[in-house]
């Protein structure tokens, strides 16, 4: 089985890397070609548009940035979706809000494509390990056939529910940790004003009780001031913050806190910090300070 992977960034390289790695026949395409490049060195083909792609395949992983992306490559010129065949699975690992997947779904249908939501946590030493977390949403009998490629994958494969309750369950996760690793910038930094190392201050919150596995992981990019290569680049959590405000919104629930975090990341992103990781959220709540 032929399989099509589209978007190979930090998260897609990694994903469809293991996918090759582990026997599966790859296709693939990205809008910018050059990160294809590995991929095509460890045998994989290119396409050179979603549509090209998806008339080769049966089966297409999208890896994308956010919800316009998604809907460029599936629908939009050139796109996929009308060129894979009836009956064929898109599985879409993107981060994207719920209403999103669900009318990316009701697109799929339309056209007899079945469709899976599945994005993941984990960040991008997961992803080129092997060892990331889906989320999945969609039918018990897509899953099924999507299985042994999100094996390929991850380590944990967890079916919240149908579609809309992976992209729900993601964007809650992010939701939180824009806000746990904002919270630990103010928390070094005021430790900081008031003359505590910073090491100190890095280690008391991660051994206290608000310590949890993302503060261990930023606080060494904090302890160093390092913020370049990201790991998960800050431009996409200002996105998935935006995305869990958008989905507050359509279920009328108050997001005052994940709100002003938000707009943190936002103007970060404005100083030029969009492209760091989002520990970098530090580095910009530093200078405001
Ligand atoms: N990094 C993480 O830790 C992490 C963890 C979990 C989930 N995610 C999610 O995974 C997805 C990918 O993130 P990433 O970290 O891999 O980011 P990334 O390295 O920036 O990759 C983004 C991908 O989307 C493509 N893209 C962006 N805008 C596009 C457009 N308008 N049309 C077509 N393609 C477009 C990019 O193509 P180009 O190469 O041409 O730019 C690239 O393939 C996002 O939804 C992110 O929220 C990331």
């Known amino acids: 089985m032929t399989i099509g992977f589209i978007g190979l960034g930090i998260m897609g390289g990694g994903m469809a890397a293991n996918l090759r790695q582990k026997g599966f026949a790859l296709v693939v395409h990205n809008r910018t070609r050059a990160k294809a490049e590995p991929l095509l060195a460890a045998g994989a083909t290119w396409a050179d548009t979603p549509a090209a792609l998806a008339r080769q395949v049966e089966t297409v992983i999208t890896m994308l940035a956010h919800p316009e992306?998604?809907?460029?490559?599936?629908?939009g010129a050139d796109g996929f979706l009308d060129h894979l065949a009836?009956?064929?699975l898109w599985v879409d690992c993107s981060t994207v809000n719920p209403s999103f997947s669900r009318a990316m779904a009701a697109e799929a249908h339309r056209r007899g494509v079945r469709y899976l939501e599945a994005p993941v946590t984990g960040s991008k030493a997961a992803a080129a390990e092997g060892a990331l977390r889906f989320l999945v949403g969609g039918h018990e009998n897509d899953l099924a056939a999507a299985r042994?490629?999100?094996?390929a994958m991850g380590r944990q494969i967890v079916h919240v529910g149908p579609v809309g309750m992976g992209s729900a369950a993601k964007i809650v996760n992010n939701l939180v940790l824009g806000q746990l690793m904002a919270a630990f910038a103010e928390g070094v930094i005021l430790g900081e004003a008031l003359g505590l190392a910073r090491q100190t201050v890095l280690d008391l919150l991660v051994e206290g009780p608000a310590g949890a596995p993302l503060l261990r992981l930023k606080g060494e990019r904090v302890a160093t001031d390092d913020f370049a290569d990201p790991d998960f680049p800050l431009r996409w959590m200002h996105k998935d913050l935006h995305l869990a405000a958008q989905t507050a919104y359509e279920v009328g629930v108050a997001l005052p806190v994940g709100a002003a975090a938000k707009e943190a990341y936002a103007l970060a992103v404005r100083e030029g910090l969009g492209d760091d990781d989002f520990a970098a959220i530090y580095r910009f709540l530093a200078r405001q300070a």
Not at 69 to 75: K, L, M, R
């Open 148 to 151: 042994p490629l999100l094996e």
């Open 69 to 75: 992306a998604v809907a460029a490559t599936a629908t």
């Open 86 to 88: 009836p009956g064929a």
